[in-house]
Each structure stands twice: as C-alpha cells, then as structure tokens.
C-alpha cells in the first residue's frame, strides 16, 4: 500500500495546518485541556480519513483477452440498455460503479487498447446516483480501442463532493489493462459503455475493485 501522488501535496500541507493549529491552541490556551484532546483527537481522525482516501494498492495487474474489468473501487449502481449518442451513436449495455468517500480513487482501464477518443466536459455537480449525472454533470468521455477493433466507451463523472477530475491520457496514448487513466477526488462514479453481445458478469449492488473485478466478457 503506497499513497497515490494525487494526495502527497495535500496530505503534506493538511499536517502542516493541523500541527500548528494545535500547536497555537496548547500555547494559548493551556489550561483548556478537555478541548486540546478534543482537537487533538479530531486531527489525528481526520488525517487518518483523507489518508485512507488517497491510498493506493499494490496488486498484479490482470492480463486476460476479452475480459472487461472493474475500472473503479465502488458499488455497481446502474445496468441497463441505452443509446450511447455522444461518440458512438449506437445501443449500448451501461454498467455504472459508484465511488463513495471511503473507496480508492484512481481509475483503470478495464481493457488494453489504445484511446481512440477523449474529451473533458464541464458541467453540474449533480449527486453521482442522479439519472442525469451522466450527460450534465463535469465528466470526461473516453474511447478504447482494443486489438480486435471492439470499442469501449468509459466516463468519469464528478458527483456532488466530486469537484476535481484528473486524467492521465490523450487521443493514442496505450493503456494496458488495469493501468491508471485518472483519479477523481472524494466520490463520484464511472460508467462503462459495452458491446450488445458483451457479457454481463457482474449484478447490481454488488462491491467492485479496481482492476479486480470481472464486469463483463466480450464475445
């Protein structure tokens, strides 16, 4: 377990707060001791929550063909058919994981293939779990194009904590399976765009891990 470089610079400067403050609280009020455990207690408890947030696992990366792996920690929310009509424009089977606070934020591929097609989209900050979450809210859209030719369409969406989206890929960039693509800070979902004739390995409510868990087979 190693902690994600998204988090270093913050976790750096929220210890440096913390220790000052309760530095300033000891010299000024000294005698207050109730309420210097209190805020003592209260910064551990805090750092230790933002710290588990940016927590990053080692794990083998998955290497099998034809297999769509979780691309987030979280819950599976939505599976359903829709119409995919931003990039392309066709019937899709959707599978959503929902990322709450207390689950590892970096996201991964859940196929090897090349980005064919990304773009960043601003918008609401609706909560995750809302229906129209997906096409109003700040999200980014990207496509990834496996050896076969098959297409798999992958969107982050930030939610009502969410306000920061990351991404580590362009248009051609190469991502193996299970490699990292983005991270979104403090909960937020991700959905996946599948192939009609994919699959379906997965159920709602179930618990998912990064690059862990099977989603769905590609036939």
């Known amino acids: 377990m190693t902690i994600h470089r998204e988090g270093r610079v913050l976790l750096f400067w929220l210890m440096i707060i913390l220790v000052v403050a309760n530095y300033l609280l000891y010299y000024f009020l000294p ?3 109730l309420w210097l455990n209190v805020s003592m207690l209260g910064s551990i408890v805090l750092y230790l929550l933002i710290l588990q947030f940016f927590r990053n696992p080692i794990f083998p990366l998955p290497n099998e063909e034809g297999v769509i792996f979780a691309p987030a920690d979280g819950k599976v929310v939505v599976i359903e058919e829709v119409f995919e009509d931003e990039y392309l424009q066709e019937k899709r089977k959707q599978v959503s994981i929902f990322m709450s606070p207390i689950n590892v934020h970096i996201n991964r591929s859940p196929i090897k293939g090349v980005v064919e097609f990304f773009k960043y989209h601003p918008g609401k900050y609706l909560v995750a779990w809302h229906p129209k979450s997906s096409t109003e809210n700040e999200r980014t859209t990207m496509v990834l194009k496996t050896d076969q030719g098959t297409k798999i369409l ?66």
């Open 31 to 33: 005698d207050e001791r």
């Open 154 to 219: 992958i969107r982050q969406v930030a939610g009502a904590l969410a306000r920061r989206i990351k991404w580590y890929v362009k248009e051609g960039s190469q991502l193996d399976q299970g490699g990292e693509f983005g991270f979104i800070k403090f909960g937020s979902r991700v959905d996946l765009y599948l192939p009609m004739d994919a699959e379906i390995l997965c159920e709602i409510d179930q618990k998912t891990k990064a690059a862990r868990t099977k989603i769905a087979r590609l036939n």
